[in-house]
Nanobody, 125 residues
Framework: QVQLVESGGGVVQDGGSLSLSCAAS????????MGWFRQAPGKEREFVAA????????NYANSAKGRFTISRDNAKNTVYLQMNSLKPEDTAVYYC??????????????????WGQGTQVTVSS
């Protein structure tokens, strides 16, 4: 069992930056591939970024490439999402997730085993 708690959301202006964190507790953090997803009102949950167990490999949605960076610190049991050049269309609840069965970055939401409660990101124009 893994518990995930996101933090760092908030309100930021168009073009601004935010850094999200997801702290994990429970099973050994380094045994999970980790990912970030988001869900805007009235829309499906969508993939944002993922990282392998070791942190050596990452994968990004096209909307995130060049603006967002996922990273992890296995010593601190934490995964991060640095978001730059934010746009109003990035407004959503952001969720982190943990996938026990995979060592590589995982894109598909149904392959994740545990989810956090989410943190709201609002980008104002």
């Amino acid at each position: 069992q893994v518990q995930l708690v996101e933090s760092g959301g908030g309100v930021v202006q168009d073009g601004g930056s935010l850094s999200l964190s997801c702290a994990a507790s429970g099973r050994t953090f380094s045994t999970y591939a980790m990912g970030w997803f988001r869900q805007a009102p009235g829309k499906e949950r969508e993939f944002v970024a993922a990282i392998s167990r070791s942190g050596a490999s990452t994968n990004y949605a096209n909307s995130a490439k060049g603006r967002f960076t996922i990273s992890r610190d296995n010593a601190k049991n934490t995964v991060y999402l640095q978001m730059n050049s934010l746009k109003p269309e990035d407004t959503a609840v952001y969720y982190c997730a943990a996938a026990y069965r995979f060592s590589i970055p995982v894109v598909v939401a149904t392959n994740y085993d545990y989810w956090g409660q989410g943190t709201q990101v609002t980008v104002s124009s």
